[in-house]
């Protein structure tokens, strides 16, 4: 056996116009290079442009002193904050109704969804009409709708309802006692952190039991009990150091609790049944895309209802409904910002509302604003592309 | 591949000009709304004897005779107007993005406003301050018994700070209800999610009137800031910027010297030196504006002074009542003082 020469085989090598993989990376390197100066260009021809006409640009505003007040705020504010804290009031109001929100429409959709498919009919048709008609209104109308319809008509502070003189509800919102926090308290979120360490020990066990001896405990009921038990009887033991701080009338407002603002209210509520209707439809879809053949092949392995619907159909189920509740999640948290048109305090009424036009600097707060969207939407993305890897199929 | 790039240089070349266009084009406001032959206008969305719309849709005000004046001056026609109602949050970025010439729009003249928005204030058409609004009902007599109230203000006001500033000297807490407008500001103010609402005290009286039952809410005596309200232009234009200044000195001379669109074709031939120069008669002070000598006579002839401007939209011919008080000339003890044309 010779070793054949090498020499016939090297053809000379084409010019690098001729190579198709070398032509194209040249032109997308062109192509590249053509947009970074475009986008440069936008950037000096505008910072010249502002220049020129004597407009302040720059992040030097945010520690200027802001000089006006926020309503509702989760965090330290007063007239004295500078610009840069009514980003961050504005920031965490944007998130707390974003946040509950989204728990709200999940747990809402997934039982109007779940409803939806019950067999009583009634239930079925309630489920339909709910979702006929809160996925067809549009969004900015139903806020209206909570807000002027609803919260408006209110009685005025003077005659409030109440409930049982602790909880009441008047046109300036809805206010809850508050509870504080006697010495001793310490120990009842340490008996909550000891029981859940105990149900998730229980859980392994429980499991590793099955898989040797084929008997199991009802590991959920167990463990609930353990969770909701173990604090009480630690709160009952020593002997409830919690007071109540009850709102009370004193000259134009309620006093003391929680103030819960009506625009906070019409806004969540809004959102929560207008997100909750498309995740309902959304989670009805994923059930049926699970062929009845999963169901029957269940049953005959005599696996109960309960069973079936969490280990068989639900699993399959979430990686159908996943991908698109990712979405209504990053709908509901920009939706948000429609809290301007009813003036509650969120991101865009704040900071790129009051901050924008008292600072005069549009370019700058829009920018940060947009960044917060971006920041947001890809991150929850990330966390639901995550979530979504693991109940994924594995396919061996 | 050469072809491909030309296109691409010709398209980032002229997205380029496009871009230094606009900036070049601004500095000649006046060549600009020649063309385009109307003056646009920023006013507000609807203040009643500021700017509202009357019930044939006309705008009426007197942040809209500023603008007539302006268009009286450059076209000699009142009329040559665009509108662009805003609101406050709008209305600084529409002025600096061309889309309108000038804005009239109730704006208080501050430190920032007029040095840091490339803004020039060209002169004060009303002083106003602050004030608060009640219901009667509450039986306040005064702003400081205000502590823990809920106050309706509108979004990106001085109102918003002036409130704040004054609660804190006063060592007051309340919560502020920020709406966008004003008109969801009084929507609150009546439904009670608000004791007081809180702006201007013209604009509070003519708020006042848009109530359900006017006689129902007071305006307590305290005034808390000043707030000197007046038209603003573009930095960097200074023929645009002299037009809209002595479009509004041209209505204070004219009251000043007893001209009035009455008299004013009979005060053509006045022997008054002061009167000849401001009605084009005697030289031409208008030729160093870009316009032409008889601008003041058009503005006195199809707008008024801006005393028959005062009493027609606020003061006691209109249903707001406003007192001239310091909006009075400096010869009735007011504090209106407009340069002599000369």
Avoid at chain 1, 251 to 278: D, K, M, Q
Avoid at chain 2, 79 to 106: H, I, K
Avoid at chain 2, 167 to 174: K, T, W
Avoid at chain 2, 175 to 198: H, K, M, N, Y
């Amino acid at each position: 056996m010779s070793v054949p020469s090498k020499a016939p085989l090297r053809r000379p090598k084409p010019p690098f116009w001729r190579d198709p993989a070398k032509r194209a990376l040249t032109f997308q390197i062109l192509l590249m290079i053509g947009v970074a100066i475009f986008l440069l260009g936008i950037v000096n021809n505008t910072q010249d442009n502002l220049a020129a006409r004597g407009i302040t640009t720059g992040f030097g505003f945010l520690t200027n002193t802001a000089g006006f007040g926020i309503v509702q705020s989760l965090i330290d504010y007063s007239s004295e904050s500078s610009y840069g804290r009514t980003f961050l009031v504005g920031l965490l109001n944007t998130l707390i109704v974003s946040a509950l929100g989204v728990l709200a429409a999940t747990i809402i959709g997934f039982v109007v969804g779940i409803a939806r498919l019950s067999p009583n009919w009634l239930i079925a048709r309630l489920a339909t009409c709910y979702i006929e008609i809160f996925r067809n209104i549009p969004l900015l109308l139903q806020i209206f709708f909570w807000y002027f319809a609803v919260l408006r008509t209110m009685p005025s502070a003077r005659e409030s309802m109440s409930l049982g003189e602790v909880i009441f509800l008047n046109v300036r919102g809805l206010y809850l006692p508050e509870p504080q926090f006697l010495s001793g308290f310490g120990l009842i979120p340490a008996a909550f952190v000891i029981a859940v360490v105990a149900s998730i020990a229980f859980a392994l066990w429980n499991k590793r039991r099955q898989e040797a001896t084929g008997k199991r405990l009802p590991a959920g009921w167990i463990s609930l009990a353990l969770i909701l038990g173990l604090p009480l009887l630690v709160l009952l033991v020593t002997g409830v150091p919690v007071t109540w701080d009850v709102p009370a009338l004193s000259g134009f407002n309620f006093r003391g609790g929680i103030t819960v603002i009506p625009e906070f209210l019409a806004l969540w509520l809004a959102l929560s049944i207008y997100t909750a209707s498309f995740i309902a439809e959304i989670v009805r879809s994923g059930i049926q895309a699970i062929s009845h053949g999963q169901t029957e092949a269940a049953q005959a392995l005599s696996l109960p209802q309960g069973l079936i619907l969490r280990l068989v159909i639900v699993p399959q189920a979430m990686r159908v409904i996943i991908p698109p509740l990712t979405s209504q999640y990053l709908n509901l948290i920009k939706n948000s910002s429609l809290a301007t048109a009813i003036g509650y305090p969120d991101l865009v009424s704040v900071f790129a509302g009051t901050t924008l036009n008292q600072t005069g600097q549009a370019i700058e707060v829009i920018a940060m604003t947009m960044a917060v969207y971006l920041t947001i939407s890809l991150l929850v993305s990330t966390f639901m592309n995550w979530f979504n890897a693991r109940v994924a199929l594995v396919e061996r | 591949m050469s072809h491909k790039n030309n296109k691409f240089a010709l398209l980032t070349a002229a997205t380029g000009l496009a871009l230094a266009t606009t900036a070049a084009a601004q500095a000649a406001t006046l060549e600009d709304t020649r063309a385009q032959g109307v003056v646009q206008c920023g006013v507000s969305d609807g203040l009643p004897g500021f700017s509202s719309p009357n019930d044939q849709g006309e705008w009426q005000g007197i942040d809209v005779d500023v603008c007539r004046a302006v268009a009286a001056a450059v076209f000699g026609d009142s009329e040559a107007v665009r509108y662009v109602p805003l609101n406050a949050v709008e209305r600084f970025t529409a002025l600096q993005s061309g889309e309108v010439d000038v804005l009239s729009r109730n704006t208080t003249w501050t430190t920032t406003r007029d040095t840091t928005l490339g803004l020039n204030f060209t002169g004060v058409t009303f002083y106003d301050g602050i004030g608060f609004l009640v219901n009667k009902d509450l039986g306040l007599s005064s702003a400081k018994e205000l502590d823990g109230a809920a106050i309706c203000v509108q979004a990106g006001t001085t109102t918003e700070l002036n409130v704040a500033d004054y609660f804190r000297a006063n060592g007051m807490q309340f919560d502020p209800i920020v709406f966008d407008t004003s008109e969801q500001t009084v929507g609150g103010f009546q439904a009670g999610r608000c004791d007081v609402l809180t702006s201007d005290t013209s604009q509070l009286a003519a708020l006042r009137i848009q109530l359900e039952n006017p006689d129902s809410a007071v305006v307590l005596p305290e005034v808390i800031s000043k707030e000197p309200l007046g038209p603003v232009v573009r930095q960097g234009d200074d023929q645009w910027f002299n037009i809209v200044k002595w479009s509004l000195f041209a209505m204070l001379n004219a009251e000043e010297m007893g001209i009035s669109s009455d008299n004013v074709d009979d005060m053509l031939s006045s022997d008054n030196p002061d009167i000849a120069r401001l009605l084009g008669q005697d030289g031409n002070y208008g030729e160093a504006m870009g316009l032409e000598a008889d601008w003041a006579y058009n503005i006195i002839s199809q707008v008024g002074n801006y005393g028959q401007v005062f009493d027609r939209n606020v003061g006691m011919d209109s249903p707001l009542q406003i007192e001239r008080g310091i909006n009075e000339l400096w010869t009735n003890g007011g504090i209106h003082y407009a340069p002599p044309v000369r």
